[in-house]
């Protein structure tokens, strides 16, 4: 594959709204649509196709790294007039592959994501921890780049970014931005984590919370008066704080989660779900703001799992809602089927009462 048939197949991608890209030795090129893989009608590449790819990529950027030694490396492509993407070069069977991931050029508002409005109120709050959750492809690093959005857009702070590699491009708006890379600015989150305090931030983010050592500056960072932001891979509130208890050896794990529960201010875990019409995908969203309650629920770890039907019982003053209240909101506003909104549900009993609520 030439370059220039590689950034007309990009081009073609994000026209038809394809989420990733993927480039693999003796396969056609494969799009990711609406949550399905679908090959392309082109011959299978070769392995000096990927080859060329990969140099491209890494010419394009400050990722100079020898391709003899690669394994695996996480960085960013740019194509003008066309959008950007995040880029994992890989070994596979001691060939190269590729996957590209579309982030586009404007950065998203949460009217455009489709995420219901107590986000204005969790991106207002001056200190803690605010995490998004949720698998791999569900939307994390865009909701992530509404909440700076937000901020940036009414506020006058210092929003420092610490990411893997950067993907929203945020221009300096109320508020001024700094963002780092994994690699060419710091080497690792913790580091990262570490520098940020330092560099008189109101606002940080750091793109993933995996290890105790970055867990602990980030609660630290939090219980000093900055406000982190951060993604967790849960699926939801409940499993969010035990996952994050669960990184600590036993004797911390006390601790960890008193002081989770003082300093959490907010999780928004979210699924993309296909839309009714076939076109397009839909958040569902479960979004927990902590209140006392939740603190006591979060330091007794009997009562740990109570925080579900809290969520669902509190939604019309709080504006928190687990997934199967906003599934039913969905399915009535047309906007998923009654088939994926079952298959979706964490408790399909539970979504039967929350679609007959009033």
Do not use: W
């Not at 204005?120 to 709050?125: A, G, L, R, Y």
């Not at 949720?134 to 994390?140: A, E, H, P, W």
């Amino acid at each position: 594959m030439e370059l220039n048939t590689f950034n007309q197949f990009l081009a073609a991608a994000v026209k038809n709204g394809a989420s990733d890209v993927h480039f693999k030795v003796g396969s056609s090129p494969a799009l990711r649509v609406n949550g399905q893989l679908l090959p392309v009608k082109v011959p299978a590449l070769a392995p000096e196709d990927t080859l060329r790819i990969a140099k491209h990529i890494l010419s394009s950027n400050r990722h100079q790294g020898s391709l003899e030694d690669l394994q695996d490396i996480d960085t960013s492509y740019a194509l003008e007039g066309v959008g950007r993407f995040r880029a994992n070069l890989h070994r596979a069977k001691g060939t190269v592959g590729a996957v590209m991931r579309s982030i586009p050029f404007s950065v998203p508002d949460f009217q455009k994501l489709g995420m219901p409005k107590v986000l204005e109120k969790i991106s207002q709050e001056e200190r803690g921890l605010v995490l998004v959750t949720g698998v791999t492809g569900s939307g994390k690093s865009s909701t992530l780049a509404a909440i700076v959005n937000y901020i940036n857009h009414h506020y006058r702070k210092h929003v420092l970014t610490i990411e893997d590699p950067i993907e929203f491009l945020h221009e300096d708006k109320f508020s001024r931005v700094t963002q780092r890379e994994i690699g060419p600015d710091t080497p690792t989150f913790h580091q990262g984590l570490r520098a940020a305090l330092r560099q008189d931030p109101d606002v940080i983010l750091v793109g993933e919370m995996r290890d105790p050592e970055t867990i602990e500056v980030a609660m630290r960072s939090a219980e000093t008066g900055h406000l982190v932001l951060s993604t967790v891979h849960t699926t939801d509130c409940y499993r969010t704080i035990g996952r994050i208890i669960s990184v600590f050896p036993p004797e911390a794990q006390n601790n960890v989660r008193m002081r989770l529960a003082e300093n959490l201010k907010a999780t928004i875990s979210q699924r993309l779900l296909p839309h009714a019409s076939g076109k397009g995908r839909v958040v569902a969203a479960e979004v927990m703001v902590s209140t006392m309650s939740v603190v006591e629920f979060i330091k007794d770890a009997d009562r740990t799992h109570e925080l579900k039907d809290y969520l669902d019982k509190n939604h019309d003053i709080l504006g928190t809602q687990s997934f199967d209240y906003h599934l039913a909101q969905l399915m009535r506003q047309k906007q998923i089927t009654m088939e994926v909104a079952r298959e979706a549900a964490t408790n399909p009993s539970d979504f039967e009462r929350a679609l007959s609520f009033e």
